[in-house]
């Protein structure tokens, strides 16, 4: 069961968020995108977004609600369906974490609007 500390809204923001990193099985989504591998990144994409910038937001209070934790990973999905093509492997798991983690913040929303 959820442990539930004394702030459950950030306990939940903090299990939602391992929730989304357990299924970027290929980790290609744990690290900003790196710059010098990928030196026109930011000729496409004006707001990079990953999941360790989301882990310092989260603990540095930025997001106030699931909502905001989604924002961030709708930004990092689109970002990846932008820049990489179709047939890549970056753009096919971009394609699945988007439906799998959509339901993982579908039952976020739930649990808070029950926690408030
Ligand atoms: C060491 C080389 O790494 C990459 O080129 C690379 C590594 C990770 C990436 C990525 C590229 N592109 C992306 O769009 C995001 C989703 N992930």
Not at 51 to 69: P, Q
Request: hydrophobic residues 40%.
């Amino acid at each position: 069961v959820l442990e539930l500390k004394l702030t459950p809204a950030l306990t939940l923001l903090r299990y939602t968020l391992d929730q989304l990193e357990e299924k970027d099985t290929a980790k290609i989504f744990s690290q900003p995108v790196n710059l010098s591998e990928v030196p026109d990144y930011l000729e496409f994409i004006s707001q990079p977004m990953d999941l360790s910038t989301m882990r310092t937001k989260l603990e540095g209070h930025a997001y106030c609600s699931v909502a905001d934790l989604e924002k961030d990973f709708n930004l990092m999905i689109s970002n990846c369906l932008k820049y990489n093509s179709k047939d890549t492997m970056f753009h096919k798991a971009a394609l699945q974490l988007r439906e799998v983690g959509g339901a993982i913040l579908r039952h976020a929303h739930r649990q808070s609007q029950s926690i408030g």
